[in-house]
């Protein structure tokens, strides 16, 4: 079979995988989970022919996956593909480029250049900050820090990236106490140490209480919330970020989702202030819908980024906003270009149409299981609804059930000690029927399980 055959084998399987994701099990079955030990096979001396490997991908894997690109997912806020993104990751895939500087890939640059000015425009963020695309809110986080460390020990007169972190002045770091375990891991990664990260009292829906706030200096990273991850909530910027900046910190907002709010006429005075921050990270591929893995990491001083992540060598130097100056990889896949298809096709009002779109359907969803009995624990300001059955046995007995229904799917988590389950709305497929079946389903099962 030559190339363009077997491109065509896999795109004809991609299409029917698409056009069954409704009808498919949210998540799979045991038997579809059982059959995976097909693929368990001794690695072949003679290799095998490429459609064969295709064929036994799709017919092993396709039935064991989860159908998170379909409208019944509701975990995670892992959002699906919108078709435009999906359709420019396989071109660009075809076009294998190395997106890691204007001299690996001319499009890529402006691609990503371009997909950068978008975002700021859309975010309504510092429009000279640098927009870095990395492989996640993980990678794009760590880097963010890495960078607000630099930077406050530059200004003490210590340069952490000749001369590192043994005597250097000590970085005291803050976090909402319900700060995502991402940026904890960022911070663990770059030698912060957990237990010495102050830890923010917070209030009952997950924000930092302002006036509980430990003391900031002009040696302290304070890291806020755009998005709660159980709740959706939103760190009061408007009130912490000024005193923050008036006492010399560097302000970093963890937005995985959260930030498309801002992208929101309806939602965006959840972010107010939150452009007076210094970094700034999001998904694309949550609430935006584009593929995995895209993000960004979004720094208001593009030196402070640059001179922590530069990787310019003698056979490959670029200008500082080249994206291997800014990001953590070297070789890199063009990550903005997705997000570059998905912004343009949606424009400014697809983005807020989205968005709102999910913020309506989480307040139906709460406000029909509210009446059904169940114990609804948050505002739902934005797309995360966070429930409770009668009690702890029945909350885990509610998760179970919809999670073996086949039908729809969410996840459970851990609120204030008690076990409680998360719905997350942030699929363009998830429509009012899709909705109706799930509060139908949780109806039926009940507040007592
Ligand atoms: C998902 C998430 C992250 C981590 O993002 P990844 O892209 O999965 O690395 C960080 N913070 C919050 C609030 C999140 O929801």
Known sequence: MDELEILQEADRRAQAYVEGIEN?????????????SGFSEDLPDMGVPAVNTVKLMDELGSPATVASNGPNYFGFVIGASLPVAAAAERLALAWDQCASTQDGSPVADVLEKQAGRWLLDILDLPRESAVAFGTSATACGLSCLAAARAALLDRMGWDV????????????????????????KALQILGFGWARVLKAPVDGQGRILPDQLPPIDSQTILVLQAGEVNTGEFDLFEEIIPQ???????????????????AAPALRNLTNGIEGADSWTSDGHKWLNTPYDGAMAICRDPQALARVMNSDAAYSSASADA???????????????????????????GVAEMVE?????????AAALSEAGFDVLNRVVLNQVLVRGVNDVATQSILKQVQDSGTSWFGGSVWQDRPAFRISLSSFRTQKHHVDRLIALMQRIGPAG
């Not at 779109?357 to 969803?365: C, E, F, L, M, P």
Request: hydrophobic content about 45%; charged content about 20%.
């Open 161 to 184: 990236v000749n001369d590192g972190l043994m005597g250097a002045p000590e970085i005291k770091v803050i976090v909402p106490a319900s700060t995502h375990v991402t940026v904890r």
């Open 24 to 36: 498919r099990r949210v998540f799979p079955g045991a038997a579809e989970c059982a059959a995976l």
């Open 323 to 349: 994206q291997k100056n800014l990001t953590l990889e070297f070789s890199r896949r063009a990550r903005g270009i997705p997000i570059w298809a998905a912004l343009r096709t949606l424009g400014r009002n």
């Open 244 to 262: 923050a900046k008036a006492a010399g910190a560097w302000v970093h907002v963890d937005g995985a989702f959260g930030l498309w709010a801002r």
């Open 357 to 365: 779109t999910h913020h309506s359907q989480a307040q139906r969803i």
